[in-house]
């Protein structure tokens, strides 16, 4: 589905829904939980999705609604044959579910789509298998089909935390569950650190037992049911589109409901957005952005690498100005190769750029944004990247695939319109 984009001005008050990284980790920690829980504030994507299925075939049951979620714990069946769980293309949903299957002594089978099956699980398999799980891959060169079986004991394990931090956050869920302590040795540099954060915030409120270290995460359960439910905080990953698309057209967008205390990689948005040159204005749990963006942007985007295309094209918004953009070298095992496709977007916004040595990619920004036309695009935030750059063209742009914002953010072009003030899409 081709998208049309006009330019135009964002502002207003910007309602976000539920983030889908805390959705994911406690919708797991509930059902590794002792009773039921209430979730309000989920969110509904189709990532999310994924796992509730997945949960539902580990053994949990998962209710869905409108206002709220209510999941009740695993509860493993005795079975012989392999339970086939279906990622989709959720690369959270296999990372996370994977040592939670391998806690059971019975056989799981894994499969995703897209991309997912090429995404390596390497690191997770190796950490797996020293705790004493049987994993078999089902084809030499892809990550899956593979199948799992378990049950893995606590203990001391090793886990290399240089491609992605989510082997690392499974592992905490699922050996933070059991009473015995565990401890995970983080090899090599640790990507996406605020993901490990959020991780052991979601134990907390589960009443786990987690200290985190610069390379080391002790965890111990039991994990019970909080008291009064869980509210899923606002995505910030979502709030990062509303708050550049105020930057890039200069004008100002404020998102409520923010709490203290959950961390999230992708509030790093506002630092990037304020060092070229927006205000940023905090109060009560809202936070508000106003642009214009007057200079460029150097900036390290290893710990909060979905920003790294929303980064580029507001690198694109100001003439002349020169931008770097490094790190996240585990950008190429994204949806797509986020660094490669952030280079083809940044130059059909009209940018000089490349990728220098050591993997930066070197933007100046253009004249002006001439209308584009990018129809071919298939990665969520890109596309969604992308509509932030039309604000600021000379002309309406061309942007498809439009309905692949449903991976992460299903209300998208609903709220884009009430930012934009465009036209809802029929």
């Known amino acids: 589905m081709i998208r049309l984009v006009r330019p135009g001005r964002a502002r207003g008050t910007a309602r976000i829904p539920g983030s889908k990284s805390y959705t994911h980790r406690l919708l797991i920690a509930a059902g590794l939980s002792s009773g039921p829980v209430r979730l309000s504030g989920a969110l509904?994507?189709?990532?999310?999705?994924?796992?509730?299925?997945?949960?539902?075939?580990?053994?949990?049951?998962?209710?869905?609604?409108?206002?709220?979620?209510?999941?009740?714990?695993?509860?493993?069946?005795?079975?012989?044959?392999?339970?086939?769980?279906?990622?989709?293309?959720?690369?959270?949903?296999?990372?996370?579910?994977?040592?939670?299957?391998?806690?059971?002594?019975?056989?799981?089978?894994?499969?995703?789509?897209?991309?997912?099956?090429?995404?390596?699980?390497?690191?997770?398999?190796?950490?797996?298998?020293?705790?004493?799980?049987?994993?078999?891959?089902?084809?030499?060169?892809?990550?899956?089909?593979?199948?799992?079986?378990?049950?893995?004991?606590?203990?001391?394990?090793?886990?290399?935390?240089?491609?992605?931090?989510?082997?690392?956050?499974?592992?905490?869920?699922?050996?933070?569950?059991?009473?015995?302590?565990?401890?995970?040795?983080?090899?090599?540099?640790?990507?996406?650190?605020?993901?490990?954060?959020?991780?052991?915030?979601?134990?907390?409120?589960?009443?786990?037992?987690?200290?985190?270290?610069?390379?080391?995460?002790?965890?111990?359960?039991?994990?019970?049911?909080?008291?009064?439910?869980?509210?899923?905080?606002?995505?910030?990953?979502?709030?990062?589109?509303?708050?550049?698309?105020?930057?890039?057209?200069?004008?100002?967008?404020?998102?409520?409901?923010?709490?203290?205390?959950?961390?999230?990689?992708?509030?790093?948005?506002?630092?990037?957005v304020e060092r070229m040159g927006a205000t940023i204005a905090r109060g009560a749990g809202t936070i508000a952005v106003r642009g214009p963006l007057r200079r460029g942007i150097r900036a390290d985007l290893t710990a909060s690498p979905d920003l790294y295309p929303l980064a580029a094209v507001l690198a694109c918004a100001v003439p002349g100005a020169r931008s770097r953009l490094s790190g996240a070298p585990h950008l190429r095992h994204k949806e797509s190769d986020r660094r490669a496709e952030s280079l083809r977007i940044a130059r059909a916004l009209g940018a000089t750029a490349r990728i220098a040595a050591g993997g930066t990619l070197e933007i100046v920004g253009p004249p002006a944004i001439e209308p584009f036309s990018l129809p071919d695009l298939f990665d969520h935030r890109l596309v969604m990247s992308v509509a932030v750059g039309a604000l600021a063209a000379r002309g309406p742009c061309r942007i498809g695939d439009a309905a692949s914002v449903a991976k992460s953010f299903p209300g998208f072009w609903n709220a884009w319109a009430e930012w934009t003030g465009a036209r809802r899409p029929r």
Do not use: K, N
Request: positive net charge; glycine residues 10%; charged residues 20%.
């Open 44 to 272: 509904d994507a189709d990532d999310t999705r994924a796992t509730v299925e997945g949960l539902r075939r580990l053994g949990a049951s998962v209710r869905t609604g409108s206002r709220a979620w209510t999941v009740r714990p695993i509860r493993p069946a005795h079975r012989s044959r392999p339970t086939t769980i279906d990622c989709r293309e959720s690369g959270t949903t296999l990372r996370l579910l994977l040592p939670v299957a391998a806690l059971q002594d019975r056989p799981f089978r894994f499969v995703g789509r897209g991309r997912l099956p090429e995404r390596p699980i390497g690191p997770l398999v190796a950490s797996l298998r020293a705790l004493g799980a049987t994993i078999e891959s089902e084809h030499p060169r892809r990550s899956l089909p593979v199948r799992v079986r378990g049950p893995v004991r606590s203990g001391d394990v090793a886990v290399e935390t240089g491609g992605s931090s989510q082997p690392a956050s499974g592992l905490a869920l699922a050996l933070g569950s059991l009473e015995s302590r565990a401890r995970l040795t983080l090899v090599g540099a640790v990507v996406s650190r605020p993901y490990l954060e959020a991780t052991a915030r979601v134990l907390r409120a589960f009443g786990g037992s987690v200290r985190m270290h610069p390379h080391r995460i002790d965890v111990a359960g039991p994990l019970r049911p909080p008291a009064v439910g869980v509210s899923v905080p606002p995505d910030a990953s979502s709030a990062a589109y509303a708050w550049a698309a105020a930057a890039i057209s200069g004008g100002s967008i404020r998102v409520p409901g923010f709490p203290q205390g959950w961390p999230q990689a992708d509030l790093a948005i506002l630092r990037l």
